[in-house]
């Protein structure tokens, strides 16, 4: 009796779930670290300073693009369909497309402000003071939600004000106690160089007008749109088509006789076009990713990224780093695991959320 040949067995190695997470935290870090130090440099260089205004809005243009493609290629490339999904979410269905109103006005003046933040303040400082929107965030979701923090949590956002206040502290210190020759070498700088004059109270204010922002706009979009049935891409199309007449309003109304007297791309290079692209990915990467990321790693993320921001500082923009500050630092990061810390929650309840959980259709804007 002749023997049969042994079958041919192919194995599927699928990619492994601990990788995943790696490269979720190598983005996560790299899109937290380097946003605030090429906003914080583009700011800062000497020559022509670009409108931020006008960054703002090309970024959600390239946002509107890209979605816009990703709702094709969902659409399986098929024109018509993808004309027929436009049609159905957007046009036919104009209530639910209203309701994304609010938040598109508020993220247009929370990325205007996050301008302003890094023209005033260090990436460093810049990078931990804005870590103040989970304190806002918190507050919105007890006001709005009617959410329950634990105890644990009160207590990571008393660490985090602590933190943040100790930053804070220690650049008025650090500025006050500055050299008079410095300060008059920095100012030569900036008038000859057209480098705004650094004004660390506005960026402080700033920043905390973005955290506010980002905090009320987070729990509002979650409120009116959970349990929608719209894909992420989908979704930041109706944003970013409502973003548009915002941005545009915002450029005309802050810079319209800077825009008629020196061109509305007056000042923009390659590394500003750099910056708009990476303003408009970073929040669609992180929706990619964010599935892959747990609350802890996603804590390493912010974390590794206020180190980045420092050691990164330290070297390209001749930032002093003090004890005062590291601790205030060390404050923030020890918040950020803490509040992410939920000892009652369980393995297999995690197991159970599948990847198209409403939590995903909620993308971080940056």
């Known amino acids: 009796m002749a023997l049969l040949p042994a079958p041919v067995t192919y194995s599927y190695r699928p990619v492994n779930a601990n990788t995943l997470k790696y490269i979720s935290l190598l983005t996560l870090t790299l899109q937290n670290a380097i946003l605030g130090l090429s906003m914080r440099y583009a700011r800062t260089r000497p020559g022509d300073i670009f409108l931020s205004s006008t960054a703002v809005l090309m970024a959600e243009f390239a946002k509107l693009i890209t979605c816009l493609f990703l709702v094709f290629n969902e659409e399986g490339k098929d024109a018509q369909k993808f004309v027929r999904s436009l049609h159905k979410t957007i046009i036919a269905n104009p209530m639910d497309t209203l309701k994304v109103c609010v938040p598109s006005l508020v993220y247009i003046v929370q990325n205007n ?21 989970i304190l806002t965030t918190a507050m919105f979701a007890v006001v709005i939600l009617r959410r329950k923090l634990l105890n644990t949590q009160w207590g990571a956002l008393l660490l985090l004000v602590m933190g943040i206040v ?15 020759g410095g300060a008059a070498a920095a100012a030569t700088a ?5 480098i705004p004059e650094q004004n660390k109270m506005l960026g402080l204010w700033a920043a905390l007008g973005a955290c506010f922002l980002s905090g009320f706009a987070g729990i509002y979009f979650e409120k009116i749109l959970k349990g929608a049935e719209i894909s992420v891409w ?42 708009v692209l990476l303003q408009a990915g970073g929040g669609l ?9 747990d609350n802890i790693l996603k804590g390493f993320a912010t974390s590794l990224a206020i180190i980045i921001s420092c050691v990164a500082s330290i070297y390209i923009f001749d930032f002093n780093l003090t004890l005062q500050f ?12 803490l509040y992410g810390y939920d000892p ?23």
Not at 166 to 180: K, R
Not at 190 to 194: E, K, Q
Not at 234 to 240: D, F, P, Y
Not at 326 to 337: D, E, K, N, R, Y
């Open 234 to 275: 989908m979704r930041n199309v109706q944003l970013s088509l409502l973003s548009i007449p915002f941005g545009l309003l915002t450029c005309f109304v802050n810079d319209g006789s800077r825009i008629f007297d020196q061109g509305f791309f007056n000042g923009y290079d390659l590394f500003v076009w750099y910056l």
């Open 285 to 293: 990467i992180v929706a990619v990713v964010v599935k892959y990321a």
């Open 166 to 180: 100790l930053v804070q502290l220690a650049q008025t210190v650090g500025s006050s106690t500055g050299s008079a």
């Open 113 to 133: 402000l996050l301008y302003v933040s890094a023209s005033h303040l260090d990436a460093a400082t810049y990078q931990v003071t804005y870590q103040l929107k």
């Open 326 to 337: 590291s601790f205030g630092a060390g404050l923030v990061i020890a918040s950020i695991f």
């Open 344 to 366: 009652a929650r369980s393995v297999p309840k995690l197991a159970m959320q599948g990847p198209g959980s409403d939590e995903e259709k909620l993308l971080p804007r940056v």
């Open 190 to 194: 900036a008038s000859s160089g057209g």
